[in-house]
């Protein structure tokens, strides 16, 4: 079990981009794979993004390849997603997840550490 604690969401206009950060403190964080979510009101929490323990391997959903880019520094315990062009329907609240076992899941279900969340708001 590992805390997760996101940070840097923000109102932004479209085109825009913007870096999202989840740090851990726990040694175990270089450990788990990461993957970062998304949710909007009323939908399903959607898979994005995710990096194995070691950052060699990397899987994006269609809608953001190319645009989100994510890393992590495992000295510093922190996973990144960069978010570039961004547009109206990137607006959700992101999540960060990690797990042992769940690189390659894309389901939610399959994740069992979260953060608390952070907010992307995308409009002109």
């Known amino acids: 079990q590992v805390q997760l604690t996101e940070s840097g969401g923000a109102a932004v206009q479209p085109g825009d981009s913007l870096r999202l950060s989840c740090s851990s403190s726990?040694?175990?964080?270089?450990?788990?794979?990461m993957a970062w979510f998304r949710q909007a009101p009323g939908q399903e929490r959607e898979f994005i993004a995710a990096?194995?323990?070691?950052?060699?391997?990397?899987m994006y959903i269609a809608s953001v390849k190319g645009r989100f880019t994510i890393s992590r520094d495992n000295a510093k315990g922190t996973v990144f997603l960069e978010m570039r062009m961004l547009t109206p329907e990137d607006t959700a609240t992101y999540y960060c997840?990690?797990?042992?076992?769940?690189?390659?899941?894309?389901?939610?279900?399959?994740?069992?550490?979260w953060g608390q969340g952070t907010q992307v708001t995308v409009s002109s």
């Open positions: 997840a990690g797990d042992a076992t769940s690189y390659g899941s894309s389901s939610y279900k399959d994740w069992r550490n």
């Open positions: 726990e040694p175990a964080f270089r450990n788990y794979a």
């Open positions: 990096i194995d323990w070691s950052a060699k391997f990397t």
